[in-house]
């Protein structure tokens, strides 16, 4: 993963995932962990996600769009991505799409902590399809350790 120091200490960083076509009909039940557990007292915040599809012979069928969540297909929503980004009959590139605010309002800031970014569905599998893929986030680590 790359670095990018900013001012004040913030590093602006890059995960860089390559997916086979297997990992894309299987998230539903197989969440891909893109970015893995920070560590205590940590949140990931994504900034935000380019995803590039290398087509292959067959575009996927798919219902519901795919998205970055915080640790499972349950978990709050990091990063949405567009279903139609799987559904072409050539190479596509989608993005950056934005991060989500983590202004979580009902979900707890507790619950984000410590806590991977995992590409998943919601609904049901993708069908058919033999593309694959590689996903770039940028993203930075947040400490919310509470001040001594």
């Known amino acids: 993963m790359a670095q990018t120091i900013y001012p004040k200490g913030v590093f602006l960083q ?60 349950v978990g709050f929503t990091a990063c949405n991505l567009a279903a139609g980004i799987f559904t072409s009959a050539a ?17 707890a800031v507790t619950s984000l902590v410590n806590q991977p970014i995992v590409l998943s569905k919601t609904s049901s599998e993708m069908t058919l399809g033999d593309g694959t893929a590689r996903l770039v986030i940028q993203y930075s680590i947040v400490d919310v350790a509470a001040a001594s």
Do not use: R, W
Not at 43 to 64: K, S, W
Not at 93 to 105: D, Q, R, V
């Open 14 to 73: 890059t995960a860089t995932i390559e997916l086979t076509s297997n990992q894309l009909l299987h998230m539903l039940a197989s969440p891909i962990t893109c970015i893995a557990a920070p560590g205590a007292n940590k949140i990931i915040c994504v900034v935000n996600a380019t995803f590039y599809l290398f087509f292959g012979t067959t575009p996927y069928t798919i219902a519901g769009a795919p998205k970055l969540t915080y640790q499972n297909n």
């Open 91 to 107: 190479d596509f590139i989608y993005g950056p799409a934005t991060g989500t605010n983590l202004n979580t309002g009902s979900t």
